[in-house]
């Protein structure tokens, strides 16, 4: 144990610690105190072993408040071995390690801020400290953050020292490029050690998880570390980005100098007022030909909002031309949720997509989103194209995630986040959307309903549309039941409207429970399951389907031939269940349809019931939509005694027991 170094007075328990290289002790000289480094002059690297003198002088020129002053050093021997020692300021304090994942958002920026700022001026004097890392930063009695050992590690021969677990924390703060030339490194480096300081401080976890020195090597030159917002969802977007921007691999990707650090971190994005406010409305969702059937729509104002798929936007300029100029309210589906299945090739209008892959062999994949940048310039890609064509509301991007432990998931977080950042910034006035796209079978765990909800409310945006897979006539009480009670309390907690997309009949109970707006095509593309996002046809049928509002159902009918339209006017319910719309006139008795006719029908109908629940009060509405299922169960039964086949009615008894489940839970 060293009790004197050149008159600097050492006693036993004054030890402080051992770091990657080397042992600091408290010393006492001329009663005063200080804090020595002491090193065996082995480690110095070959080329600064003759000129280490040199390079602490330059070292003692950098006058910093939160720069720890050198006052001396030299060599001294010990045992037979040679060691160096440096004489420096003594910090009352605590280590930064010690704050590790216990302190705000805000107390983070405030360190992080003023390590940047101590950071310029030890740059300005030409070094770089090359070992950044909690352990070799103290927060003063003042709370300043001081920085310890600067410029010290490039005069280390690291190959020299053992694996030890020391070593191994040292690598964890060191950029890529440093561990692959430590001679050629400059500011940017060390701006990378302060992201993985920063990362670790707000979440109390490194950004990369490896057990040992070649693990750890390949993850920090080669793997992109989670989002901070996955371990601690109260982190704000933006200092989410300050950090993964310092993460980046490549130095030219990073900040390039501690200005543009400062001014990341100072530029909180405004709280914007959300732009959308609806009531019970209906989304159409588009289809490239329903030109003739919008416009006939139009003329009977059938239309409250128009969804028109990103992919049909070049195929069907007209189309897009015209719903411009109507003035209706106007969003899309971007399309991206069908990009990661190798079938996206079959479809031209995906595989054209401006952020497809860009090449009809390869899918889009999880990879092309690690980095920030990626993000970014992904976000761009999709808003830009919307704006191109004239959406009046942007939809952020989003692919299908089958749980919230998908990767995916997490992609679709971010995604959503830089959209509405990008929106912020480029196009403040105009609302923008966000997509779930999900597996419902997990929505009962209670866990996994949290966290979905945790990470998709903070995100604020404007509105939700929800797909919901399975959501279909098949779908079991469980899975309506949790797809319902999510979407109701994202609604509530995010104070947004969420819309049900792809929805059949079901839409109108879920508007009586409390949901905003539900969406399908005219007639068609009423129900979600993920295959159909690797169908060229989208789960499209050729099939004409009529709606029969009384049985809350389509039935179809094959090649236009009314048969079971003329099976059910001869019914003895035949009354209740005719419609008198100017669409339907004839059909009762062997007039052909029309697939025009049939959606216009739709249309005109799915209107009528919506105005009709917009005039109940709120709380009668679950009241109005039980007698409704009831209806439309006794007039299926009565149809199947008399024999008349128009269809499988089975989902209304599971629909009358979600509605009963939520009746339960309300009283």
Not at 38 to 66: C, G, S
Not at 222 to 229: E, I
Not at 551 to 570: F, G, N, P, Y
Request: net charge positive; glycine share 6%; charged share 25%.
């Amino acid at each position: 144990m060293l009790s004197n170094v050149n008159s600097y007075n050492i006693k036993p328990e004054w030890f402080i610690g051992k770091g990657s290289f080397g042992s600091v002790y408290k010393a006492e000289k001329a009663g005063k105190f200080y804090a020595i480094k002491v090193f065996q002059t082995e480690l110095l690297q070959t080329a600064y072993k003759d000129r280490i003198d040199r390079e602490i002088k330059a070292l003692q020129k950098i006058t910093h408040p939160n720069v720890v002053k050198i006052y001396d050093f030299g060599k001294f021997k010990d045992n037979e071995f040679e060691y160096f020692y440096i004489v420096m300021d003594f910090i009352e304090g605590k280590s930064l390690t010690e704050y590790v994942g216990g302190i705000d958002e805000k107390k983070c920026i405030e360190i992080v801020e003023s390590v940047v700022d101590t950071i310029e001026a030890i740059h300005s004097q030409g070094v770089i400290h090359r070992d950044l890392k909690p352990a070799n930063i103290v927060i003063n009695q003042k709370g300043a953050p001081i920085i310890l050992d600067f410029g010290l590690a490039k005069l280390i021969d690291y190959s020299s020292i053992t694996q030890t677990g020391d070593r191994v924390g040292t690598f964890y703060y060191m950029s890529p490029e440093q561990i692959t030339d430590s001679k050629n490194i400059d500011s940017r480096s060390d701006y990378f050690s302060i992201g993985v300081i920063f990362y670790e401080l707000i979440t109390g976890a490194r950004p990369y998880d490896a057990m040992n020195l070649p693990a750890l090597v390949d993850q920090i030159k080669n793997v992109y570390p989670k989002n901070p917002s996955e371990l601690n969802s109260s982190i704000s977007n933006h200092i989410e980005n300050v950090i993964l921007r310092l993460l980046e691999k490549s130095p030219y990707k990073r900040y390039q100098t501690t200005r543009e650090i400062k001014n990341a971190l100072r530029s909180i994005p405004e709280k914007r007022k959300r732009k959308i406010d609806i009531d019970v409305k209906f989304f159409v969702r588009l289809l490239h030909n329903d030109k003739t059937v919008f416009m006939s729509a139009l003329d009977d104002s059938l239309l409250d909002r128009i969804i028109f798929p990103a992919n049909f936007f070049t195929l069907c300029k007209p189309t897009v031309q015209l719903i411009r100029k109507t003035g209706v309210s106007f969003t899309t589906d971007p399309a991206t949720n069908r990009l990661p299945y190798p079938a996206f090739s079959k479809t031209k209008g995906i595989r054209e997509l401006p952020y497809s892959s860009g090449d009809e062999v390869i899918p889009i994949q999880k990879k092309d989103f690690h980095s920030i940048l990626q993000v970014q310039e992904y976000v761009k890609k999709v808003l830009e194209f919307q704006i191109q064509n004239g959406v009046t509301e942007l939809a952020a991007p989003f692919f299908f995630a089958k749980n919230s432990s998908d990767e995916w998931f997490n992609i679709n977080i971010k995604l959503l986040k830089e959209s509405i950042a990008y929106r912020d910034q480029f196009y403040s006035k105009m609302p923008i959307w966000g997509g779930i796209c999900m597996n419902v079978d997990n929505w009962h765990d209670e866990e996994e309903k949290s966290r979905i909800l945790n990470h998709y409310v903070k995100t604020e945006p404007d509105g939700f549309f929800i797909y919901g897979d399975p959501i279909a006539n098949t779908s079991n009480l469980v899975q309506l039941y949790h797809y319902t009670d999510l979407s109701k309390k994202l609604q509530t907690a995010s104070a947004a409207p969420v819309v049900a997309c792809r929805i059949n009949g079901l839409g109108l109970i879920l508007i009586c429970l409390g949901i905003s707006g539900i969406s399908s095509g005219i007639a068609v593309l009423d129900n979600f399951r993920e295959p159909i996002l690797s169908d060229a046809q989208e789960g499209y049928s050729n099939d004409p389907r009529y709606y029969i509002p009384e049985l809350l159902s389509m039935i179809t009918l094959k090649k236009k031939v009314a048969t079971k339209l003329t099976d059910i006017a001869k019914s003895s319910i035949a009354n209740e269940l005719k419609c008198n719309c100017k669409y339907c006139r004839g059909i009762y008795s062997g007039t052909p349809l029309t697939q025009r006719n049939m959606k216009l029908h739709f249309l005109t109908r799915r209107k009528q019931e919506l105005e009709e629940i917009k005039k109940i009060p709120y709380d009668k509405r679950i009241n109005y939509i039980e007698e409704k299922v009831n209806l439309a169960m006794k007039y299926a039964r009565t149809l199947s005694n008399e024999g008349i086949e128009v269809g499988d009615f089975s989902h209304l008894t599971t629909w009358k027991g979600l509605i009963e489940n939520f009746k339960k839970k309300n009283s």
